[in-house]
C-alpha cells in the first residue's frame, strides 16, 4: 500500500534506481578508455553496473506490492541495500580506476555517481519501518 511510509521510501528508491539509466556517473574533457569513448561514464557502459540497477529498480518496485508478506518484504530491502551498496562501489571503483589510466584527461563527477548511496538509504530506512510495521503487528497478535 502506498500510504504506508516504507512503501513511500522504497518508490523513491526504485525512482533513484531506474533515473540512473539516464543520469551518468562521470564525464571527461577528452574521450579515452572503453569506458569513456563518449566523454560520458553512464550505467549501460558496464554490464556489472546495468544488472545492479535493473535489480535494483524492480527489487524496490516489486517489494512495494508484497505488503502482506512483510518477511518477504524486508528480505527484498536487505536485497536491495545490497544490490545498491554494490553499486556504489562498483561505480566508484571503475571512474577512478580508470582516472588513472587516462593520463591528462580530467574527470568530472556527476551526480548519478551519488544517486547509489541515496538509494541505499532508502532501502535502509524502508527496511527501518517494515521492521517498526512488524513490530506493531506482533504486538498486536500478543493482546488477542
Known sequence: ??????????????????????????????????????????????????????LGSIVALVAIFMFRN???QLRLGYLGIIASLFLALVAFWLVYSNAD??????????????????????FILANHFIKKDQKTVDSMDRLR
Request: net charge negative; aromatic share 12%.
Open 101 to 122: 589510466t587516462m593520463g591528462d584527461a580530467v574527470i568530472e563527477d556527476q551526480f548519478g555517481l551519488y544517486m547509489p548511496p541515496l538509494a541505499l538509504v532508502f
Open 1 to 54: 500500500m502506498i500510504q504506508r511510509i516504507q512503501s513511500v521510501f522504497l518508490l523513491l528508491a526504485a525512482i533513484i534506481m531506474a533515473a540512473l539509466f539516464k543520469i551518468p556517473f562521470a564525464m571527461s574533457d577528452q574521450a579515452a578508455s572503453p569506458f569513456f569513448e563518449d566523454k560520458l561514464f553512464n550505467v549501460l557502459d558496464h554490464t556489472v553496473l546495468t544488472v545492479l540497477v535493473a
Open 70 to 72: 512483510r518477511n518477504l
